[in-house]
């Protein structure tokens, strides 16, 4: 862990020069509006944010998704990010490292929503809620301010399991949301869930207003070759 915190705080420093002036150019840029806007009589500026609502990165040595490679949807993007044909996918692509690099160095994001898939264990997870949470507390701190926040994860199907789960990412972890994902059963029907389930999402739902954690993200939209179809239909 300490290894990998200081090649990716080494990493981070290389780039924080550059940032540094990208963020100064950009507020020169901002003034300089602002006085055009002034003197045309035209005051109003519109400054976009880029809110990532999904993104992810895995733990170490964990690049297969059950018997899927990850690293196939780094080669499918090729088609359309032509960064990607550049260099053949590597293991490290996947990793905390370049996440960083990729999110808030090479793109224009400015806050992002780390994201996981639920597990029946921790030891099976690609990134458990522990180390999501420590992602989000690496970026918070190496950037002082609030870039990332984290999903928790939750699985209504499994019933007592995901409530003493939910309690212990509320409490302890303090996540800022949940991430759900309909089209996968870790409980009794190994197709999936619904979320206007009375019996199985219901309780959940209900659990989280007690937590006070308001936000619910799910997965709906495409399954991926991972999660069944028709529990992913909107």
């Given amino acids: 862990k300490n290894k990998q915190a200081r090649k990716v705080r080494e990493f981070v420093d290389s780039q924080l020069e550059q940032t540094e ?41 964990r690049r297969f998704f059950g018997s899927a490679d990850l690293l196939d949807f780094r080669r499918n993007a090729r088609q359309w990010n032509p960064e990607l044909k550049k260099s053949e996918p590597k293991t490290e692509d996947l990793y905390l490292e370049n996440y960083v690099k990729e999110i808030f160095l090479d793109s224009d994001t400015d806050v992002a929503a780390i994201s996981g898939v639920p597990s029946l264990t921790d030891e099976t997870n690609i990134l458990p809620p522990d180390k999501m949470v420590q992602t989000r507390a690496w970026v918070n701190q190496i950037t002082r301010s609030r870039r990332v926040v984290s999903h928790g994860l939750t699985s209504p199907d499994l019933g007592e399991q995901n409530r003493e789960r939910m309690h212990r990412q509320a409490e302890k972890l303090k996540i800022d949301a949940w991430k759900g994902y309909t089209g996968q059963g870790l409980g009794p029907n190994p197709e999936g869930w ?12 209900e659990y989280s207003r007690k937590l006070k954690v308001k936000n619910i993200c799910v997965h709906k939209g495409l399954a991926l070759g991972f999660f069944n179809e028709e529990h992913c239909h909107p």
Wanted: charged share 30%; hydrophobic share 40%.
């Fill in 194 to 205: 619904w979320l206007d389930d009375e019996k199985v999402s219901y309780p959940a739902l």
């Fill in 21 to 61: 002036q990208r963020l100064k150019a950009s507020e020169e840029r901002l003034r300089k509006m602002r006085e055009e806007g002034s003197a045309t009589g035209i005051a109003t500026i519109i400054e976009s944010r880029i809110f990532d609502v999904q993104t992810h990165h895995v733990a170490i040595g």
